[in-house]
C-alpha cells in the first residue's frame, strides 16, 4: 500500500484546511485509516481514525474542530480541519497498519502552518 497525502499550507487562525490522502495498491475499504501530526520538538500524534466501518476517534485537542471522513470508490481518506490554531501547526500523516500484524504503512506528509 502506497499513500500520498496533500492539502497542507499555511492558513491564519481561525481558518480551514483540508487535508486528502489517497492509496494505490491494497484493498482500502477494509482498512482502518489514520491521521497522525508531528509538530517540531514534539512526539508523533495520533489525530484521529476512521475504521472501515466508518466509527470515528479524535483526539481531544481537535474534537469539534477537525472531521475524517473517507471515500472507499476513490481510495481517498479527507481530514477536514477548521478554527485552526498556531499549535495544530505540524506535519501531517496519514497511516493504515493494514490487515496483517506488523503492517504499518505511511503516507509522505504534508506541512500544515498556522500562522498570521
Known amino acids: 500500500v502506497q499513500l500520498q497525502a496533500s492539502g497542507g499550507g499555511l492558513v491564519q487562525p481561525g481558518g480551514s484546511l483540508r487535508l486528502s490522502c489517497v492509496a494505490t495498491?491494497?484493498?482500502?475499504?477494509?482498512?482502518?485509516m489514520n491521521w497522525y501530526r508531528q509538530a517540531p520538538g514534539k512526539q508523533r500524534e495520533l489525530v484521529g481514525t476512521i475504521t472501515s466501518n466508518g466509527i470515528i476517534n479524535y483526539v481531544d485537542s481537535v474534537k469539534g474542530r477537525f472531521t475524517i471522513s473517507r471515500h472507499d470508490g476513490k481510495k481517498t481518506v479527507y481530514l477536514q480541519m477548521t478554527s485552526l490554531k498556531p499549535e495544530d501547526t505540524a506535519v501531517y500523516y496519514c497511516n493504515t497498519k493494514g490487515l496483517n500484524v506488523g503492517q504499518d504503512f505511511w503516507g509522505q506528509g504534508t506541512q500544515v502552518t498556522v500562522s498570521s
Open positions: 495498491g491494497g484493498i482500502f475499504h477494509v482498512y482502518d
